[in-house]
């Protein structure tokens, strides 16, 4: 086929489909702000880094719930499993962190595929109910299964290997690690808004009759945003366990955990580039200052926020931003 | 010229009810095949056979002469059968313009190409101006158009489309009238579902006409409209006219005078200009009637003309978007259902609506769930145990374990148990046998007999214009015609509003 | 054999219990379409409301339970006018995360309110026991299954045989049908949550007796409210009974025969099972 322009000169018909360099600029015009985060506050290293990771899982989140649609209340598993694989190979086995990673990946490729083969029949609330047993069957397993993971004491990284050169118990490094995982996500999250995938999982999301009639393989497509979902998580959750650098299974597998990554997509806004960042700065932020106030009651902060986005922008906080990428 | 389309057998239940029945059909490469039949016929549930949506129960489908029985809907889609829903399903939070590109990418792997021939599409249907709204902020006419437009970028060979036209202006409707012929020109071949007679008839090569599942009639506008079973179908039947119990009034006089019971003091319910609409989806235009105390009030129109809503709209399950609904002093517009209830009005819906899981009584008692009728739960209920004997005998037994025609009579019965002074039916005879449907006929004079006002939607023609005082005929969301029912029996207009002709 | 009965009695006296909070949580399904992710939390508000009585007024716990379920159903009442209607309409997702905010906002304020310490209640009684041949039983507990049994045969005669409970299932069946009738179905919206809050209050109070009490252990009871509902079958208020029973014994047995920290295991996985395998529950057919 000639390349010939478009054949229609409404202007419309351009603005209709994400124009494509634009909102990479502005991905690449984020992350390059956030990458000053640690010159300019030196002394909330570990609060920047707290968001960063989390924007990064909650980005990852949303590639499953608010792209796909499908509302998982369980995601705390890929957390886990990415916290624990990476820990147990370096303290078993000796294994490199980064390869332990990757391994972490594998696991939670192959769980979420298993996962999501068995569970994407159900529709609506049946698929969030089941997300959460899996999730708390497979803290209950991890907590007791102490030949394994260490049980309900946890295990500790006492030391590990430099990446690169580079200290991996530096919040510094640990910043800078976190906001790679946060662009691969929103780079991510900018390919599935206008790529022929992305819009299949959209078509899924908005009606899933619809979507079949148009040629798509809902099953197929759901799993395979799963699968990637997962799996960023998954790198999450590693990089996640080296930050804490203690864990147990109580707070790595929690339900909590899970409902604060789909909460933080869900007051920025699901489905946008940014929402989820948005969403994770208020929440940790908020509940970070609120700690400083009332110690130990951040969580408060976290539910009367979404109450108020529920009521008042029930499409997220972060549509601003979403305004700003249709321009 | 080749076979696109073959069924063989095709048969799909649901629990008992048989939706569609060992339908045999073929269409030929290039046509336009009109697909008609009244409410419930299984025109919808046939589309959604062949476009895989619902699984057959039995039987068999081709597809260009390959076997796509147990083929999954996106499959179907991949070979080359686009359709639209009736209940239309955009990708609301898209643009205009990616609704399109989701299917564009099916045949356009390539992103370039993808976009152009969306674009092309766009253009075709002249949505390009809405090209960066939302799918949700279109109004019917647009969604509308994006249903048949989406369809349109899986270029298929086969092309369903189901009530596209319905619910649109006059200019808008010709506008689509012409874009489906365009369509042809370009090499598709459609079956349509369409309400609107006048459009079937002047688009389609060839009409099928449905009833209760079955084909009953094939062949052109011309011979199917003249068909005397498909008029039956359509307009309701003649037969059991002289086995049932003659009419205590006979036509011609003010039919009320034999009602010794009737209550003339009642309040009358009035309708003026009203509109209503579903979301963004407007059904009454400019609605305008009476029923005054004691008459029994017929209101006709083919599908989708606005009957069940006007009825909606007066129990405000619906909200009134313009105009005025009053009952006696009261405006109805402006109240809840539950008061409107409260007033003496009452409504029996359209498939009965029962409270499945309880026992006959406990609807009936649901029924008298008001202050003002608690009282006379007891008399109230002995009257509709004498009007239905046989409700007293399965009093114990749950909703769904009655028949069809036995659910009819409670639903009726629990609408008397609100001791209403007016009482809407809608579609009491839906899906009925014949000999049902007699009885329903006659509840329903019984029930004005006792001095109840009825107004009463049916699909029964024939039957509902011989025991109506007076009718109004409704089209396209506007009363078009108001005269006594024996009268309009006669009358040319009312078949060309169902017929088209 | 002894043993096996003790277990099996105490499976059906948590059960009972599990049973309330479950009918609750399905009235509320049944009803508003709404999967109350809070439940667990009104069961922990009914624990504290019921230790702040004790504690305040001096009062044997169950003499205040009338005064718990009270408070309970206000709350539940408010908080369905103000929180719930407003988005009645909305997607499914939105009562979730609702749900979900409410939770934490009522089980932090418990944290502000009553701290961080685990709490016991004690009463003359707590420890004495009595027996019948050779199985012992609690006196407290058997307190709560008397109540329980109580209340639950009040409810089965409140939906089966008042205009009230008839409305109530009208509404769950099908509302706009129940509006035709002149129900009121905002109405009884609040009314359901305002007693499915009363009720997991209720259940708060008789746990009491068998459990520490904390502003975190909410979620749990949320689970274990999903759990009885969906074997019984979401909106199935009688399979709500036979769900809690089921899950109370099976807790019992799993945990004395096969292991006491995989307790938890079994529920959840006759759970998963039961979505996958029979998502209209156990007990009874699906509903439309």
Known sequence: MPQTPLSVSHPAVRRGVNAGPWSLGWVLVVLAVLAFYPVVFRNFLTLGVTIVLFAGMATAWDVLGGWTGQLSLGHAVFVGIGAYTMALLVLRAGVAPWWGAMAGVGASVVVAAMWGAVTFRLRGPYFALASIAVAEMTRIVANNWASLTGGAEGVSLPSLPRFLGLDLFSRRVEFYIALVLLGLAVVAASWLQRSRFGYHLQAIREDEDAAMAVGINPTRDKVLAFLASAALTSLGGSLYGIFLGFFEPRGMFSLDLSVQLALMAYIGGVGTLFGPLVGAGLLVGGSEVLRIYFPGKSLFVYGLLIILVVLFAPDGLGTVVRRVRRV | MSEVLRTEQLRKLFGGLVAVNDVEFAVEEGEIVGLIGPNGAGKTTFFNLVSGAMRVSSGRIFFQGREITHAPAYQRAELGIGRTFQIMKPFPRLTVMENLLVGAYLRHPNRHAAVRWAAEVIEMMGLAEFASASARSLTTAGRKRLEVARALTLSPTLLLLDEVVAGLNPVEAEGTVELIRRIRDRGATIIMVEHVMRVIMGLSDRIVVLANGSNIAEGTPQQVATNPDVITAYLGTHEGRDARPQATWSPGTPAGENHSARDDTGPTLALRRVQAAYGDVQVLWDVSLEVRPGELVALIGANGAGKTTTLRTVARLLRVRDGEVQFGTNRLDQMSSHDVVNLGVAMVPEGRQLFNQMTVEENLLTGSSLARTRTLRRTNLDRVYTLFPLLRERRRQEASTLSGGEQQMLAIGRGLMSAPRLLMLDEPSLGLAPTIVEEVFRVVQDIRREGITVLLVEQNVQQALRIADRAYVIESGRIVLEGPGPELLQSAEVRRAYLGI | ?288
Not at chain 3, 162 to 188: K, S
């Open chain 3, 1 to 288: 054999m002894v043993e096996f009965i003790q277990i099996v009695v105490n499976g059906i006296f948590t059960g009972g219990v599990y049973a309330i909070i479950g009918i609750g949580l399905s009235l509320i399904f049944g009803v508003m379409r709404i999967v109350n992710f809070a439940h667990g939390v009104f069961l922990v508000v009914g624990m504290f409301t019921t230790l702040f009585f004790f504690e305040r007024l001096h009062v044997d716990p169950f003499l205040v339970i009338p005064l718990v379920v009270l408070v309970g159903g206000l709350l539940g009442v408010i908080v369905e006018r103000s929180l719930l209607e407003p988005i009645a309409r909305a997607p499914e997702h939105a009562s979730i995360l609702m749900t979900v905010g409410i939770g934490l906002v009522l089980s932090n304020v418990l944290l502000f309110t009553f701290g961080d310490a685990p709490q016991i209640i004690n009463t003359r009684y707590s420890t004495s026991t009595w027996h019948l041949g050779p199985i012992t039983f609690s006196t407290a507990l058997t307190i709560s299954f008397f109540l329980t049994v109580v209340v639950i045969s009040g409810l089965a005669l409140l939906l089966g045989r008042t205009d009230l409970g008839r409305a109530i299932r009208a509404a769950a069946q099908n509302a706009d049908a129940a509006e035709l009738q002149g129900i009121n179905t905002r109405r009884v919206r609040s009314l359901v949550f305002g007693m499915g809050f009363a009720l997991a209050a209720l259940a708060g109070a008789l746990l009491l007796p068998q459990l520490f009490a904390h502003p975190s252990i909410g979620p749990t009871y949320t689970l274990k409210a999903f759990i009885v509902t969906v074997l019984g079958g979401m909106g199935n208020v009688a399979g709500a009974i036979g769900g809690g029973l089921l899950l109370g014994i099976t807790e019992s047995l799993g945990a004395a025969y096969v292991s006491s920290s995989y307790r938890d295991v079994f529920g959840l996985a006759a759970f998963l099972l039961v979505l996958l395998l029979r998502p209209a529950g156990l007990f009874g057919r699906s509903r439309t």
